[in-house]
Structure formats: structure tokens, C-alpha cells
């Protein structure tokens, strides 16, 4: 306990020497999101680890409900919270095309995707999927794992017929027999597997995005402060995650309406061990930059790993977390 007080401790003294003249004066509320993909958050909010941190600064907190990393970046960018909870290409894409988007924490490293074939399906290989229909969310973390995942394969997105469908929709083709293979993501993607006994044909956890937490660049320059303690709460509520998994998969499926069970499959292959951003959170968005470029989910011409490092600002978790700065090269 001492040593989380003394990093609490380091992250207001780092906040106080980023340049003078940039930070306001503190809200008299703080505003963030909560989401069924960030479990951290739900811990955060249930227990109100951040409101009695703040209580003593007369800061309230309000809590927005985000169905997805598009729809808290759009709340973000519109100005109505301070902190979006997102997956870490939806940051670099919005940051791309023209949002100011800070990330300042990582919540968790997630495996929320894979592709999934039917439990009774021919198909043992990504090579098999030549030729097959195959569904997913066009600009999704999903979609781009399709991607990647057939070029491992030699195979190009030409080589397939991609249905574009919601994420819950994806999960009715796949047991219906719709399509031959699904590109899903959690909690669908466990529950199809639980429920229908889908089989997971590929998994990479290398081609899954990150959950990160993130900011507008002005609110980091004008409040690094209560960004730090914000930070420190969300390392509260991980530290109690990771000790108290049964409890933690039980909050989430209370709040997500899930089997206890499906919770538990996808906190299973939840990793929340290395919160603090660095150069292997930066090197895992830049290896996904010629897929947003071929894809033109970017401008032509976007220098995507520039905007990866314009992205990611560690300097307020390191002050909180107490690990050294990494050189992201």
C-alpha cells in the first residue's frame, strides 16, 4: 500500500512540471464511460473506487454507458465525457482522420477475437477458407483480424466473400449456416462457443487490439493531474480484478446480462498485466498500419506509425504505475 501511495505521489509530482500555463483550473465533475469490453470500468464504477478519491477535491463523477469504441469515441470527441474506453485501433483510426485523441492507459490486453467456423465444419485451415463466406464488422477490430489473418494464409480479402454484419448478426449466420466461418468478438464469440459449440479455427492474440483508456489533447494538457488520478483509481480496479477473478466475471455478468459462464471464458483470455503504455503497445498498432492503409480506413498518404506515436503519451501512467519510460523507436 505504501508503494502504490508513492506512486500516487510521483504521478501529481509529474503532473506538476509539464508546462506551466496549460492547466486549468479542476471540473467540479469528471465524466467517463463504462463498457461491457472494459471490465476494469465496471469494477471502477461498481465499487466507486473514484468517487471517494475525489471526494475530498469536491470533483463528482458521471458515468456514460459505451455499446463500443466508435460510439465512446464519438462521445469523446462531441465533448460529452473525458475518459473513452476504446480498443487501441480505434484510437489510432479516429486520431488519423483528424480527431485530437491521447492514449494514456492500457486496461487491458484482450484476445476479444478469433475466427470461428461451425462445430460439424470441413474446414481445419485458413487455407480451407478459400472461396468460403465468410462475416464480419466492416472497421472493426474483427474485420482487420480477418485480414491479416488470410494474408498469414496467402490469402487476400478478393480470395473470400466477407458479409458484413453486426457482431451479434455475424454469430446468427455462423450457427444458421449462413456463411461458412465468422470473424467474431466477445462476448458473442463466447457465447457461440459455449452455446452452439462453435469451433475456433485461428486465434493470434498479436492481431488483437488493445483496451485502452483515452483523452482529448487539450483535457491532458489542462488537467494532467486529475488524469493521474483517474490512472491511479483504474490501477485500483485493476489490482482487485486480478485478485478476484470469480468476483469479477460474476459483476460482469450481472451487468452484461451474460451466462456466468461466458464471462468467465472471456475474462479467461483477458490480460490486464501491463497497463503502463510503451514501445510494445506502440509496435502492435504499427504493425497493423498497412492494413488501414490498404483498406482506406485512413486518408492516402497518412503516416500511420507517426500517428501511433502522436497517439500514445505514457508519461502520467508511468508516474502512477512506477515503471520506467520505454523508448518507443
Known sequence: MKSFKLRYL??????????????????QEVRLDYAYY?????????????EKRLA???????????????????????????????????????????S???????????????????KDSPIKSLADLKGKKIAATKGTDPYLFLLRSLNTAGLGKGDVEIVHLQHPDGRVALERGDVDAWSGLDPHLAASQLQAGSRLLYRN??????G??????????????????????????????????QQTAELLAREAKLPLEVAKL?????????????AEHVAALKAAAPILLDEQLVRPGTDVAAVVDQ???????????????????
Request: proline letters at 7%; a neutral charge.
Open 100 to 118: 485530437p485523441v491521447k492514449t494514456v492507459y492500457i486496461a487491458s490486453r484482450p484476445e476479444w477475437t478469433a475466427l470461428a467456423v461451425p
Open 266 to 278: 472471456q475474462l479467461s483470455r483477458t490480460d490486464f498485466s501491463n497497463p503502463q503504455p510503451g
Open 205 to 210: 492474440v498479436e492481431f488483437n487490439s488493445y
Open 311 to 329: 497517439l500514445i503519451s505514457p508519461q502520467l501512467a508511468a508516474g502512477v504505475i512506477g515503471q520506467p519510460l520505454a523508448k518507443t523507436e
Open 56 to 98: 475530498a477535491d469536491g470533483i463528482a463523477v458521471k458515468w456514460v454507458f459505451s455499446q463500443g469504441s466508435n460510439r465512446s469515441l464519438e462521445y469523446l470527441n462531441g465533448g460529452s465525457i473525458d475518459f473513452a474506453s476504446t480498443a487501441g485501433l480505434a484510437a489510432v483510426l479516429s486520431r488519423a482522420n483528424g
Open 10 to 27: 510521483l504521478a501529481a509530482l509529474l503532473a506538476a512540471t509539464l508546462p506551466l500555463g496549460t492547466q486549468a483550473a479542476a471540473p
Open 38 to 50: 472494459a471490465p476494469t470500468s465496471l469494477v471502477l464504477k461498481d465499487q466507486g473506487i473514484l
Open 212 to 245: 485502452v483508456l483515452n483523452v482529448s489533447d487539450s483535457f491532458l494538457k489542462e488537467q494532467p493531474q486529475l488524469i493521474g488520478k483517474v490512472i491511479a483509481a483504474y490501477e485500483e480496479a485493476r489490482q482487485w480484478t486480478l485478485a478476484h477473478p
